[in-house]
């Protein structure tokens, strides 16, 4: 595919700015697909379409601008994308996105493909969502199947009363419910897939989660080598599952008995792999922009002994303002990198510190005092 020239991104934010940034190196010209005038994508160099995107005819502009499509957020119009995959490359393919934009459907074609996860019902009325909650023995999580991000859509549930309350949130939300899952750890793997199907996964990490948000995440995972192995396996038959190419975050849980299930799956580069920009030989942001393009897949090698990732979210709403920045560069092999996100929100991602150590105590000690000295 040495005549791709020109990349074009459905999304400008973080994740199409660190996009842009991996695909300058390699020669590549990004258009990006965003509402929002200098959002961080255009900051770093891409050319910036305005539209929203689930805009048929922005994507089309978008889609006569560049030779391969790809996404940064699955939030979109996934039968426009369908239409443009008829004369334009689009990765991952569209199907894949809309099975994986519907949470109850992704769960089903997980389970069709025999990868293990949690107990699971769709909920299609008040008396089917009570039924689930005596299935799943008095305790489960209701899901809104379409928009739900980092625990926005979710409602932890423990009595009939929680369950109305929250059926009533949601509204006319389609909904489904899981059984709770009481797992030991949260783990992620990076896996990347190219347009010939051969697959590549990064190392297992641990991911961890305040209000529902992942905050850090601790690699190598600490865990027994059966469990990585275990873990490894299952990103790669889900990318085996999937059609199209690029990078997949596949989010999971370590259950106490220890068994591994897939959680979730992320169609595009994530932030539980964020540690890879400072961790690995290829980033996960350079490796999709291979994956995408018909170039080798790249090693995904740990270079260090340890990396822990924090990531910096927002401590208030109004104007963007960063402190700390010369003090947290001053600590031991970090390295930060903000996203040019404004304004800020609170609990609003704002870009994210790594930092690397011999060991994972030294790091996240290191990290924690990064993050005590940088806010923005």
Partial sequence: MDNLKT???VGGGQLGRMLTLAAKPLGFEVVVLDSNENCPAEQVGARRIAGDLYDSQALKELADAVDVITIEIEHLNTDALEQIAKTTP????PASVRMIQDKYLQKISLRENNIAVADFVEIIDKDSAKQALVQFGGEMILKTRHGAYDGRGNAKISSEAELLTALDKFGNAKLYAEKLVPFAKELAVMVARDTKGNINTYPVTETIHERNICIETLTPAQVP?????????????????LEGAGVFGIEMFLTEDKQVLVNEIAPRVHNSGHYTMNGCTTSQFEQHIRAITGLPLGDTQLLVPAIVMRNLLGRRDGETKVNGLSTALSLPNASVHLYGKSPTKIDRKMGHINVVARNLKIAQDNA???IEKLSI
């Fill in 90 to 93: 689009v990765h991952p393919a």
């Fill in 225 to 241: 080598i059966d469990i990585l192995k275990n873990a490894d396996d299952l990103a790669r038959q889900v990318a085996s599952s």
């Fill in 7 to 9: 990349i074009g991104i």
């Fill in 368 to 370: 924690n005092k990064a």
